[in-house]
């Protein structure tokens, strides 16, 4: 992951890490991506994945808060960003809650065959993640975690602006 965001880009808000701000954070980011990705279905599956994510940011956020814990920031942009001569649309969420690496693409796979009872909780958010964008990525950077949902864009799935 850069430390930097890098390429053009195309928005970005900051707001408490609150569930009050979710239809914020939402709407910002459908806006964005359906206004760069053409293709509904990968449209669809970073919007699921971004929803995931900071649904579980927001949980963790307010995780173990006392009354004296300032409330966490989340900060989202997203940009378009050239690596190797693609492009490739980037979705990225800085926050100031606890540190939290969830070690995408590291952990066994999630066996999606079990039977719901026989599951362990945790890790299918994980998982949905990661099996919606093309690259996903965690870094602990200043004291914020900070997460990047990328998508390849072929120009045939990207909207001129």
Not at 40 to 54: D, F, G, M, N, T
Not at 84 to 89: I, M, Q, T, V
Not at 127 to 148: C, M, T
Request: net charge negative; charged share 25%; aromatic share 8%.
């Amino acid at each position: 992951m850069r430390d930097s965001i890098g390429g053009k880009e195309l928005g970005s808000i900051e707001a408490p890490a609150s569930m009050d701000q979710w239809d914020h954070f939402i709407d910002f980011a459908t806006e964005h991506i359906h206004r760069v990705i053409a293709d509904e279905s990968r449209a669809y599956k970073l919007k699921l994945a971004y929803e995931e994510l900071i649904s579980n940011i927001i949980r963790a956020a307010n995780a173990n808060k006392s009354v004296a814990d300032k409330d966490a920031k989340l900060a989202v942009s997203l940009m378009l960003r050239n690596e190797d001569g693609e492009p490739w649309l980037v979705l990225r969420t800085s926050d100031t809650g606890i540190q939290f690496n969830p070690n995408f693409n590291q952990g066994p796979p999630f066996d999606t065959n079990q039977p719901v009872h026989e599951r362990k909780i945790g890790g299918l958010g994980i998982f949905l993640i990661e099996q919606s964008v093309d690259k996903v990525s965690y870094d602990w950077i200043n004291g914020n975690n900070v997460y990047e949902l990328c998508m390849a864009c072929n120009p045939e799935v990207v909207k001129q602006p």
